[in-house]
């Protein structure tokens, strides 16, 4: 969190606090299930990073149990939420994004199919974004594909992220290609990378 303040320049902890209600109460109902799905630690930057942008199109990609969603959906405050999956049904037989609470779904609309077939239409749809997160298939292909395609879409002052940043070196050949910098923000579970459009 001091990472993020301090490229930030601004003070959290309020934000952080609300955070961590809203992650143990995820926490409780996850249980050890879905191992996958978003660490604390990655909870709260994102929850505390979504309420100091205040956007008004945030776009996902991967959505599992809804984790990520859920804290992105009780960050914003007049924002949409777009979310995108491969599969609607999980592992345990429960539709995706099923921790999402129904008082948050009248901003969010999620999308099934990859990345690759729904991302274009769905980029043009929602016009500029403030924040994208990806989370989804962690090859080098598919994260190269979904950080040159949000980066074109990304307002300036806008923010990607990207988790499990070590899976692969797409995350580093991409800032290196387009002349930015990758912050590692998050070591935990392979690394959470953001990148601040300037």
Do not use: C
Not at 79 to 89: E, H, P
């Amino acid at each position: 969190m001091e990472k993020l303040e301090e490229v930030l320049g601004v003070n959290l902890q309020g934000y952080w606090r609300e955070a961590k209600e809203i992650s143990d109460r995820l926490g409780s109902v996850l249980g050890s299930s879905f191992p996958y799905a978003l660490t604390e630690r990655k909870r709260l930057i994102l929850y505390s990073l979504v309420r100091y942008l205040d956007p008004e199109v945030a776009i996902e990609t991967g959505v599992g149990p809804g984790v990520s969603t859920t804290m992105i959906l009780s960050g914003l405050r007049k924002g949409i939420l777009y979310s995108v999956d491969v599969r609607d049904i999980l592992e345990n037989g429960k539709p995706v994004g099923f921790l999402v609470p129904d008082e948050l779904k009248g901003k969010w609309r999620l999308y099934i199919g990859r990345s690759e077939d729904v991302l274009p239409k769905l980029m043009n749809q929602a016009g500029k974004i403030d924040i994208f997160l990806h989370d989804s298939e962690h090859t080098y292909e598919n994260v190269m594909f979904e950080l040159r395609i949000a980066w074109t879409h990304l307002r300036q002052g806008g923010v990607l992220l990207i988790d499990n940043l070590d899976f692969t070196r797409a995350p580093r050949d991409f800032a290196r290609e387009s002349n930015v910098k990758l912050i590692r923000v998050a070591e935990d579970a392979g690394g959470l990378g953001m990148i601040l459009k300037r």
